[in-house]
């Protein structure tokens, strides 16, 4: 699902915060952090995927109030990211997404986020994440969220974790079986990894990519738990390489409709701007976003270092 967004030139200093390898992009949010830099898309995160309001109205930056993933520095602070039904995206300016809810944060390095992907989507990369439930404002599971991913500029995404039930037409029973799993699904869709999004606990990925031959792998833990290889290194088919298959690395909330049986079939196909939504104010935090080189080995937490899936 391709977007129009424009760059910002603002820098804001950032603490360092320690990795075992070289990083290339660090979006574990120092306390030093403020809602004005949020408003501000200052680095390291473009805020401009969200409904009318303010970006801080979306999301909230939780300081000393709640404990990062204690796999890495602490030093940062976690990010509640958050939609609600003035979660309508208006990409450009025009055509607003009304079939979504999305609010979603943007790796960006030096005001620049297409820079970065020139130099995070090049050799064989590895994207981390650690998404934790808000309780208190619960995604509703009869519904499909997309909540990380790495979107090139045809729309697409070179892998994506999901939630709750996948759009289908028409609205099949929900929620499915699985639908509180968190699930790791390639470029093609097919899926490489799932796990119980088990309340309370930290759930720590990390996505090793390798560009140039078009290939996928999976490490996952949970809480202070080291990282560790759940899949082989596997196809990304239908990926593409180069320029083409380099995108944009999101983190957030994009809930997509149910289908609306009352619209035409090409309605209900266009999931971006058509279908029913429910609910109001729902939320996932974050913590421990950023992106490494492998040349030293794969981050697994606690200073430690294991090999790249092979």
Known sequence: MKILLSSSLAVVALVSLTSATPLIYDGRAPFNYTI??????????????????????YTQLLGHTLNATPLWSPIEQ????????TSIFVPGGSNPQNGFRRTELIAQKHGNHTALNAIADVGTTVFHVSILEDLAKPLNMSHEYQIVWIEPNDGTHVF??????????????VPVS???????????LDLLFET???????????????????????????????????????????ASRGAAGQGDYHFGVLKLPLANPNETAAQQGDVVHFGIQEGDTEALTYS????????????????????PIS
């Open 36 to 57: 004005e830099d949020l408003n501000n898309s200052l680095d390291p995160y473009l805020s401009v995927v969200k409904g009318s309001m303010d970006a801080s109205h």
């Open 196 to 238: 119980p999004f088990t309340s309370h606990d930290w759930h720590n990925f990390a996505v090793q990519i390798d560009w140039v031959n078009l290939k996928l792998g999976v490490f996952y833990s949970t809480n202070g738990q080291p990282l560790k290889a759940v899949t082989g290194l596997v196809k990304n088919s239908g």
């Open 288 to 307: 421990g976003v950023f992106i490494e080189s492998i040349t030293g080995g794969v981050s697994a937490g606690g200073g430690k270092t294991i090999a």
């Open 78 to 85: 976690p990010i509640t990211i958050s939609i609600d039904n």
């Open 178 to 188: 699985d639908a509180r799993f968190l699930k790791v699904r390639n470029h093609a």
């Open 160 to 173: 994506e974790i999901q939630l709750g039930s996948p759009f289908t037409i028409p609205t099949g029973t």
